[in-house]
């Protein structure tokens, strides 16, 4: 009882420390102002008027300060960036007659993997501690036996992905091809020649003068980096509408070697798509689901061990595939610190930002050994997307930002449910999100993937109205989440 008493003690004392903090110049001018109004209210009508008269206004003086004030904010406004609008966003969901059962997915291991029994029982280990469900979803060419990862089946499932997304995006939004002006695609790995961005302007018919980006060998936070891109355009150009188109292409890429550090993304990678919408069109900003508020990037390719974590490589038999280093959860708790370090205070409440100077202070000056101040992340958003690599990279993130289980929920499930779509699994954690009906106006979310290079990207949207969304990725299954997922699944 009273461990208990002094807990509810500490909890008080700290949310009156963040209240005091965080209203400080409230508290200090409330008196100020008291005391300004009953004094004007204790005078008598001769002395107010008495006091009004003392006050000699110069024609000239008012003429200048009016011209200044009009001239400041002409400026300020003028210099101020276009607010970026989400307006809405479609994420691919794939038929069931590519879902990939953990049996289906073994049987085809054993087969393909028949003179190599340590692989396959290596990859049911990984499968087993994956967080993946029974209805992740792998592309046709894939489902062969032996895969068949040919050009042309490259290129239909890329068709597939893309275009499912992009008309559930126009019938959401009501837009129409020949309205887009800026558009974005981002595929890791499969980049082909005339690139994708090429293969829906012609799908689409878009117009001649469109401005169109394919970014390729970003990895898993390429969504973001597309965000960022976008931002930057819809800054020199106005009244503009940005699609945005996040995948990875999974046919060419399944690894059908015998390293071990190259299996890894047989287990966890599945197919997936997302298109977006950004627009920076005033008129939009009713209808849209959310506004931009920070994008923050974080490169750490300069050091070999960083840029050498994922890399795409040969192994002895020449077959092609992503070799995951040992150390990439290390890098990536690097990565997340250096970009939270720099997204902090942009977002942190005075009070957390107070207790993080004083942490650092006393580490520099008085004893390197005390243990650093974790700013709670919990006070500057509602909701966390965090990217959905694995089951690793969820727990990791979950322990050093000091989240709930519910804070993770969505990237669990999403895990669960899809797998690791790579750029477009923050769309599809989002999409859970609505789905539940947790989105309110005013939630902040924040959004943190990683990808190879090695690259941590964040941005933090704010919610423009109540979203609950009947349709989506999650229509037909979202009453059944979320779902107990066990350590280990015996398979």
């Known amino acids: 009882m009273s461990d208990f008493s002094s807990s509810v003690k500490l909890k008080y004392a700290k ?39 003392s006050l000699h206004f110069d024609l000239l003086h008012v003429l200048c300060s009016c011209f200044l004030i009009i001239f400041v904010l002409t400026v300020y406004f003028m210099s101020k960036p276009r607010t970026v609008y989400l307006v809405d966003y479609s994420c691919y969901k794939p038929p069931v007659t590519c879902r990939v059962p953990f049996a289906t997915f073994m049987e085809h291991s054993r087969l393909i993997l028949k003179d190599n029994p340590k692989s396959v029982e290596f990859q049911m280990r990984i499968l087993e501690r994956s967080g993946l469900g029974e ?6 060419a894939i489902h062969y036996i032996p895969p068949n990862p040919t050009m042309e089946s490259a290129r239909s499932e890329a068709q597939m992905v893309i275009f499912t997304a992009m008309d559930d995006l126009f019938k959401k939004t009501g837009l129409k091809p020949k309205d887009i002006d800026i558009l974005i695609v981002n595929c890791s790995l499969f980049s082909p020649t005339p690139s994708l961005s090429a293969m829906i302007i012609n799908k689409y018919k878009l117009r001649s003068n469109i401005k169109s980006f394919n970014l390729s060998g970003m990895g898993c936070s390429a969504g973001l980096i597309s965000v960022d891109v976008a931002r930057d355009l819809l800054q020199v150009h106005p009244n503009s509408n940005a699609v945005i188109v996040s995948t990875e292409i999974i046919t060419p890429n399944y690894y059908q070697g015998n390293e071990r550090a190259m299996l890894l993304p047989n287990c966890l990678f599945r197919m997936g798509a997302a298109a977006i919408l950004l627009s920076n069109r005033r008129s939009d900003r009713w209808r849209a689901k959310y506004k931009l508020c920070h994008l923050v990037r974080t490169h750490r390719g300069a050091e070999d061990k960083s840029y050498y974590c994922v890399y795409e490589q040969e192994d002895k038999d020449g077959n092609i595939g992503i070799n995951l280093s ?15 370090t720099t997204i902090g205070p942009l977002v942190l ?9 004083i942490s650092l202070i006393g580490r520099k000056i008085f004893n390197p050994k005390w243990k650093p101040y974790i700013p709670d992340f919990k ?13 690793a990279v969820i727990d990791e993130l979950q322990k050093n930002l000091q989240l709930s289980a519910e ?56 919610c423009n109205r109540s979203v609950k969304s009947s349709e989506g990725p999650w229509s037909d299954c979202i009453d059944r989440y979320p779902v107990f997922i066990p350590e280990v699944v015996k398979l």
């Open 349 to 357: 409440p005075a009070s957390e930002q107070l207790l993080f100077l």
């Open 379 to 391: 006070m500057a958003f509602e909701h966390f997307c965090i990217h959905a690599g694995g089951r």
């Open 407 to 462: 804070h993770v929920e969505a990237s669990r499930m999403t895990l669960h449910r899809f797998g690791n779509t790579s750029s477009s699994s923050l769309w599809y954690e989002l999409s859970y999100i609505e789905a539940k009906g947790k989105m309110k106006r005013g939630d902040r979310v924040w959004q943190i993937a990683f990808g190879s290079g090695f690259k941590c990207n964040s941005a933090v949207w704010k």
């Open 15 to 53: 949310l009156g420390y963040q209240y005091l903090i965080n209203h400080f110049l409230t508290l200090l001018l409330i008196p100020i102002i008291t005391s300004i109004s009953i004094k004007l209210l204790r005078m008598g009508p001769e002395e107010f008027i008495n006091l009004l008269n």
């Open 135 to 140: 209805e992740t979803c792998l592309p046709p």
């Open 326 to 340: 040992k150390d990439l959860m290390a890098i990536a708790g690097e990565a997340l610190k250096s970009n939270i």
